[in-house]
């Protein structure tokens, strides 16, 4: 764009020198005409995709393709042509004569301008659609002249001469590179309502305002209120003629269905936006409106339809015919979830958010779109809001960033309803990029939805459900990154829907679609290439498409591949980094076969050269085939891209080694496996080198690790299974094998003397534990010991004897949960759990929970008799022996010991008194004084209850009545 | 008898089942009483002053509204009146003797049945508390004297007019208010109310304009004697002091020999006797200091330089508001009477200064405005250290600068 | 607004109280009027014993430290066109100076019938 306006400066300023001089006189002369009104002009940037109107594109192209050294007037000669009406001012005026006399508020400017922008609609001519359309668009502004708001198509507005405009007031402006240029000068009003579509634009208007101290209105403003309303007046009265002598324009976009026009208003906003989306960027143009034209899964779709229409009881009160729908309702629903259940399962089950809650309000308030950029969240939720009869209210979050605009926003939008013009609708707010949005904002819209929730409940005590019922609104929230730390108590209210990646195919055939209503020259393959270059980002695509479109006029797949956008640059989570490594591009599955040869060359023969483009060009050429090179060249520089965008390069790695044994590559020798080894320590050595000798030139090999084992490990299937290194760390930190080591080393010391001799850890890891845990296993019965057969007794008691030869029990513990399990101590089960091996038959509760016992007394008998045997010796008689005398007589046959002990009945404990004497009298005593003494029975009527303890601590303050 | 004697049996029986071997003279038997209706009485644990008290034939008092926490007064102190609760049993035993009893040991019969008249686990108990003043002042607000001129209906008319009028005599008080008298009279002097009855409230003329004093005798039946405690309204009082002032200045008098006859001689056409007398009561005292008259009879007071140098202070800063300091110390001590020296600590309690602002400002802001909480030296109870009532509600902790600082325990 | 007058006779009784460590209970629908509690007994060092149904309690006499004042109220209300008259006051009728106080846990009573364990 520059490049244009310099050239053409330059010509431009060689031939008008003088007249410029004299113009620049003339301003210093009589600086009258400059007044303060904001501008409206393009500038130099205005070739800006989405920013600007329509306009930039005619320029671009009107120069492109019309001879350069053209100046304004001459461009705009062969208007005249097909433009009869309103054209003869400017005809005359635009030769640059000082001396003519303003016209009245920029008629002829913007005459001016409109016609120098039909060039491209011309040159477009074997679109007869485009003229049929074009038409009345020209007729109708060449009349009007001004200026509402709404109606008015934006390129009309903005004016840049290079020369002094004769036919309206215009304001100088000097570039910082010295060349001048001449805005025209515009009410207010027109551009206040420009404005609010281009901030950026009037942020250059103050600028351009001030710079030239303009100063205020020339005509007083209720001068040019009174302009505005009868042009207004006019134009209705005008348009409404036209649209009378107009057919119904054809639907000419494919994509809008035929709309159902009501009355002629409506045909003419149908209209206007028809001529708009000519000039409109395509992702605008072709945005679905409908329900059916959405690009994006239709179960994703439906889904967030069914929510929305959950809403419609609180919103409209219909109730939804509650009694007859909610089968036919539910069974779709069920049909929908298991056909689509993928999609959306893991966030939340069907009944959660499907149900109502007590206020009739959809148990999930908020739904949360989550999906990467360009995959059409906003327009479903635009398009779903409209379709369930919504009005959108639209705001970003990552624009909006103070609490305080978020609350009055969202408290805007959710309680009120726009009473002004005909769309009286209730709202739907759409937060989007809430994951731009601060943490404040976030707990904002976290404290509305809950703090509703119990305002509700209380609400409802009081039985007047309808009229507090709070945020009766739904609301869709947007985001990129469902992750994001700031989204993580939002996730948890909200009605998740993830966006899967717009399937290619699908979208490859609507941008096909649109390119045949675009008349671009192109074709599915080129096309399907741009998805997969755009990641499936639709509105990359359709911007790429039109970028190209422009630029050449056709679109071929080399275009697709050359051009350098389309791609984002965007922070890519490290998940997602290691699976482009993993995994071959998805569309060049069907020639892997061709791929494999050179994946095959480059894995055998190049390690560490493989980082020269050069070498991979080579290879390639090999094969001999220009569009795989470029293939592989391409998927080398992704991964490379890719990679460099993570920047954790040691993170990267560490994932790389954690992996990629898991990928199921094709490696029958290992070579691959043994190039990627040395690719790893070939990292090793430059982190090392890194860390040591900050030698950080080094860290730019990183990255290439990436790549090597991308042309080493990539297969086609998608490796979901990825895993977060943690090797690393359990390795760094000895963690495992230090406490392996400890927990064997604990068995050992405890265990008897003749186990612990030939216990060494090797032994013990590999050889002894894991089977151990099987042999003291057995399967015993869930039955009372005394039950159980003389084998079963004997195996019991072998097993006690066992855990208590290697010093193993039983003890009980609370999990999380907070129920009491019982698990082995010390665990080995910890330490001898293995990957791949089966998981071990686990006891019951009860069954530990007898061993564990058993062991205890089995220990305490083996002490006794240990006393026993040294009792002479004089050793302390211990707690233990003590106790256990309470029980019964060591018997030789520990088993019926065992259960001798178990068998005895508990017998009832006779009653103590505090000294320990049995309580029997106490009864017996009342009954014999009954019998002794009839009266002193009588006194037997109150008897005395002893306090252990004495208190009156107790003080109340008494009132004065108490003693009255 | 017979019954008596079965009954012995069985007891002894009992007695020996239980082991009682060394059991000596009487038994007693207790039993409720037959008449459970006695419950009138209550238990009330007496601090031995208390009881002295009331062994020489005083009598204590409760005081207060009905909602009022109940405080029981003697003449001079003032307690707290709770109710304490125990865990025991307390069996009240009228009849019961011990063997160090004559009665013990003179009973003819074994076994005497005593009755318990009843059962008690709480009892009451008195603690002794400051008294509670806080309302004696808000009675005597209510009905300001603001000279005789507004005093002319308390006597004249029937009792409606007095009745309206928020008037309290030292009864009144003594009903409403929760301290002991000698602590209300106390109070009383300390805010310098004064008792007046409707004969002294109005000064000398208008006695005499109204008929001299005829009527004093023929007054209503309903009036009484007894006079009202009164406060005097702030203005009123200062316009007295002035005008007393003034007169020593006009005679020449030195404020440490003011002849008080003669002064309330003089100023009684314009103010009522009993309030100049309570004036000069209140700013200065008796001094018995020779004089040249050599007339034994005359009664000489001395005023305190410190009430007169704060009365002029606080008579300064009433009207304005926030003063220069060193202008305020100026006129400060231009206003008071020739002698007396103004200084700063006679502020003390009335003021408040700031010194760092530019200029340094001063200005009313009387201590007994505060709330009631913050001057503790007033709150301890008598008999409780200062420092264990603090202890109670605030933790002591020295700063930097070594200065010990009292922090409240409650977090507010 | 009351002033409850409290006064003391010159010539007032000394009672005493028996004060039980623990509660006197019963079967909720026995009334106690004139029910026997428990006989009282000295011995020859002048301990106090106690024995309630089968409860035997050793006790002490113990000199109050500050005595308690048995209150009687003396009121002289009457009904005055149906609001409350008069004035309420208190007779101090008896001083407790001493009481016996039970406070150790009570032995059982064993009879002789019945062989004692021990």
């Not at chain 1, 007729?139 to 507005?157: A, Q, V």
């Not at chain 1, 404040?440 to 009081?462: F, G, M, R, Y």
């Not at chain 1, 195919?505 to 080129?526: G, H, K, P, V």
């Not at chain 1, 982190?687 to 090999?701: C, E, F, I, K, T």
Request: glycine share 4%.
């Amino acid at each position: 764009m520059d490049d244009w306006e310099t050239f053409e400066q330059d010509d431009f300023e060689s031939r008008y020198a003088d007249e410029l001089e004299m113009l620049d006189d003339l301003e210093e002369e009589d600086p009258q005409p400059i007044s303060k009104r904001r501008l409206s002009f393009c500038n130099d940037k205005r070739g800006d995709i989405g920013v600007v109107g329509v306009s930039t594109g005619h320029n671009i192209v009107s120069v492109k393709f019309q001879a350069k050294k053209r100046d304004c007037n001459e461009m705009f000669l062969p208007l005249s042509d097909v433009e009869e009406s309103g054209c003869d001012d400017w005809n005359s005026d635009s030769a640059p004569c000082k001396k003519r006399a303003r016209l009245s508020l920029g008629e002829n400017g913007k005459e001016n301008h409109d016609t120098g922008h039909q060039l491209p609609i011309l040159e477009n001519e074997r679109s007869p659609l485009r003229q049929l359309q074009s038409k009345p668009l020209l007729s109708h502004d060449s009349k009007c002249t001004n200026i509402e708001g709404k109606l008015l198509p934006r390129w009309e507005k903005r004016k840049v001469f290079r020369r002094p405009p004769m036919s309206c007031e215009a304001v100088t402006i000097t570039r910082m590179d010295g060349q001048r240029l001449y805005l025209s000068v515009r009410a207010d009003k027109e551009d206040e309502t420009s404005s609010a579509n281009s901030k950026g634009m009037n942020k250059k208007l103050y600028r351009g305002g001030l710079r030239n101290s303009l100063q205020l209105l020339s005509v007083p403003f209720s001068v040019l209120r009174e302009h505005v309303l009868e042009e207004r007046r006019r134009r209705v009265m005008e348009e409404s003629e036209v649209t009378t002598s107009l057919n119904r324009p054809i639907d000419e976009s494919g994509i809008a269905e035929p709309q159902p026009l009501m009355h002629s208003n409506d045909i003419e906003v149908n209209k206007e936006d028809e001529k708009l989306l000519q000039h409109a960027l395509w992702v605008e143009k072709y945005t679905p409106r409908y329900f059916t034209e959405l690009l994006s899964d239709d179960a994703i779709n439906r889904i967030l339809l069914t929510w929305l229409k959950l809403w419609d009881e609180t919103v409209f009160g219909k109730g939804l015919d509650k009694k007859k729908k909610p089968k036919p309702e539910q069974s779709k629903k069920n049909n929908l979830t298991k056909k689509f259940k993928k999609h959306w399962k893991g966030t939340q089950e069907e009944a959660d958010w499907n149900a109502l809650d007590v206020t009739g309000r959809p148990v999930c308030k908020v739904a949360l779109l989550c999906g990467s950029p360009g995959l059409g969240k906003t327009t479903l939720a635009h398009v779903i809001a409209q379709h369930a009869g919504y009005n959108v209210v639209e705001m970003n979050a990552s624009d909006d960033r103070s609490p305080e605009v978020f609350r009055n926003t969202l408290e805007a939008s959710t309680q009120m309803k726009s009473v002004l013009g005909y769309n009286e609708k209730p709202n739907c707010l759409v937060i989007d990029e809430i994951d731009g949005a601060p943490a404040p904002a976030i707990n904002v819209l976290l404290s509305v939805i809950k703090q509703k929730d119990s305002d509700a409940a209380s609400a409802k005590k009081t039985k007047r459900k309808k009229k507090a019922s709070p945020l009766s609104r739904p609301i869709i929230c947007i985001c990129n990154d469902q992750y994001a730390p700031a989204l993580r108590q939002l996730r948890q209210v909200a009605f998740l829907v993830a966006f899967p990646p717009t399937i290619p195919a699908r979208l490859a055939a609507r941008l096909l679609e649109i390119s045949r209503q675009e008349s671009i020259n192109t074709d599915m393959t080129t096309l399907t290439a741009l998805c997969e270059k755009t990641d499936s980002d639709v509105r990359s695509c359709l911007n790429t498409l039109q970028f190209i479109h422009k630029r050449h006029g056709r679109v071929w797949l080399e275009h697709v591949q050359t051009v350098d956008i389309g791609q984002k640059d965007s922070h890519r989570s490290l998940f997602s980094v290691w699976q482009e490594i993993f995994q071959l591009p998805r569309p060049k599955r069907k020639r892997f076969a061709a791929y494999a040869n050179i994946e095959n060359q480059n894995s055998s023969s190049c390690t560490r050269d493989l980082l020269s483009n050069d070498l991979l060009a080579q290879n390639a050429r090999n094969v001999g085939d220009q569009r795989r090179l470029s293939a592989v060249e391409n998927r080398f520089h992704n991964v490379l891209h890719s990679a460099m965008s993570s920047g954790q390069y040691e993170k990267v790695a560490q994932g790389l080694f954690e992996n990629y044994l898991q990928v199921k590559f094709k490696d029958p020798n290992l070579e691959v496996v043994v190039s990627g080894t040395e690719w790893l320590e070939f990292t090793d050595f430059i982190d090392q080198a890194v860390l040591r000798r900050q030698s950080y030139h080094l860290m730019a090999y990183n990255p290439f690790l990436s790549v090597a084992f991308h042309f080493f490990f990539a297969t086609a299937q998608s490796n979901s299974k990825l895993s977060y290194p943690n090797s690393q760390y359990e390795a760094g930190n000895h963690q495992k094998e230090t406490k392996t080591k400890n927990l064997v080393q604990g068995i050992k010391s405890e265990s008897a003397p003749h186990i612990r001799q030939n216990l060494n850890l090797r032994t013990a890891c590999l050889e002894l534990l894991p089977f151990i845990l099987d042999v003291i296993t057995p399967t015993l019965r869930p039955v009372n010991t005394q039950l159980f057969s003389t084998r079963e007794k004997q195996q019991l008691v072998e097993l006690i004897d066992t855990m208590i030869g290697y010093n193993l029990t039983y003890h009980q513990e609370r999990n999380f949960e907070g129920q009491y399990t019982y698990v082995l101590d010390p665990n080995i089960e910890e330490a001898v759990k293995f990957p791949g091996l089966p998981q071990h038959r686990q006891l019951t509760y009860a069954t530990k929970q007898l061993i564990s016992r058993e062991i205890e007394l089995e220990k305490m008998r083996r002490a006794e008799r240990n006393l026993k045997n040294n009792g002479d010796n004089g050793s302390c008689p211990g707690r233990i022996s003590s106790n256990y005398k309470n029980t019964k007589e060591t018997k030789p046959n520990n088993t019926i010991a065992v259960f001798d002990t178990k068998a005895k009945p508990r017998e009832v404990k006779p009653a103590l008194d505090f000294f320990g004497r049995p309580i029997t009298i106490k009864s017996q005593t009342a009954e014999d004084q009954e019998k002794s003494d009839s009266r002193q029975s009588k006194s037997s009527h109150i008897w005395f209850r002893f306090n252990e303890g004495y208190s009156n601590a107790v003080r109340k303050s008494v009132k004065v009545q108490e003693f009255l | 008898m017979a019954d008596q004697r079965s009954v012995l049996e069985d007891v002894n029986k009992l007695a020996d089942a239980a082991g009682l071997v060394n059991r000596k003279g009487l038994v007693q038997v207790l039993q409720f009483s037959h008449n459970p209706n006695n419950d009138e009485c209550k238990l009330l644990e007496l601090p031995h002053r208390i009881l002295d008290t009331l062994k020489v034939g005083n009598s204590v008092t409760i005081r207060g509204d009905h909602q009022d926490e109940a405080v029981l007064c003697t003449d001079k102190e003032t307690y707290d009146l709770k109710v304490a609760d125990t865990s025991n049993s307390l069996l009240l035993v009228p009849d019961c003797v011990l063997p160090k009893d004559e009665a013990f040991k003179s009973e003819v019969s074994p076994l005497v049945f005593r009755e318990v008249s009843s059962c008690y686990t709480t009892y009451f108990e008195l603690k002794q508390r400051r008294p509670k003043l806080e309302k004696l002042k808000f009675l005597l607000v209510g009905d300001l004297y603001k000279g005789p001129e507004n005093e002319e209906n308390t006597g004249h008319l029937e009792d409606d007019s007095v009745k309206k009028r928020s008037l309290h005599t030292l009864a009144d008080l003594l009903s409403k208010v929760q301290a002991s008298e000698t602590e209300i009279l106390e109070a009383l002097k300390k805010i310098e109310a004064l008792e007046i009855n409707a004969m002294e409230a109005v000064s000398i003329s208008q006695l005499a304009a109204s008929g001299g004093s005829s009527w004093m005798f023929s007054g209503s039946q309903a009036y009484s004697f007894s006079g009202h405690w009164r406060l005097l309204d702030t203005d009123y009082k200062e316009k007295v002091v002035i005008g007393i002032l003034t007169l020593l200045e006009e005679k020449d008098w030195s404020y440490e020999a003011v002849p008080v006859r003669e002064c309330c001689d003089i100023l009684q056409e314009l103010e009522p006797r009993i309030i100049l007398e309570h004036c000069l009561n209140c700013y200065g005292e008796v001094t018995n200091m020779e004089t040249d008259s050599g007339d034994e009879n005359t009664v000489y007071y001395r005023l305190s330089e410190d009430k007169i140098c704060r009365f002029y202070a606080e008579y300064l800063l009433r009207q304005a508001g926030r003063f220069n300091y060193h202008e305020f110390m100026d006129s400060w001590q231009q206003s008071v009477p020739e002698g007396m020296v103004t200084k700063s600590a006679h502020l003390a309690g009335i003021a408040l200064t700031d010194m760092q602002s530019i200029p340094p400002v001063i200005w009313h802001f009387p201590a007994s405005d505060l709330p009631d909480d913050p001057v503790p030296r007033d709150l301890a109870a008598p008999g409780q250290s200062l420092n264990a009532l603090l202890m109670k509600f605030a933790r002591s902790s020295t700063d930097a600068t070594g200065v010990k600082v009292y922090n409240s325990k409650k977090a507010t | 607004m009351v002033q409850i007058l409290i006064s003391m006779a010159p010539d007032v009784h000394d009672w005493i109280i028996v004060e039980l460590q623990g509660t006197l209970e019963t079967k909720e629908d026995v009334h106690l009027e004139g029910k026997v509690i428990g006989n009282l007994h000295f011995d020859t060092k002048g301990t106090p014993m106690l024995v309630i149904g089968h409860h035997l309690l050793h006790g002490k006499v113990v000199d109050l430290d500050k005595p308690y004042a048995v209150l009687r109220k003396e009121a002289n209300i009457y009904q005055y066109e149906g609001i409350r008259k008069g004035n309420t006051c208190y007779n101090i009728c008896a001083l407790v100076k001493k009481k016996i106080i039970f406070k150790t846990r009570p032995k059982p009573i064993v009879f002789k019938n019945m062989p004692i364990t021990r």
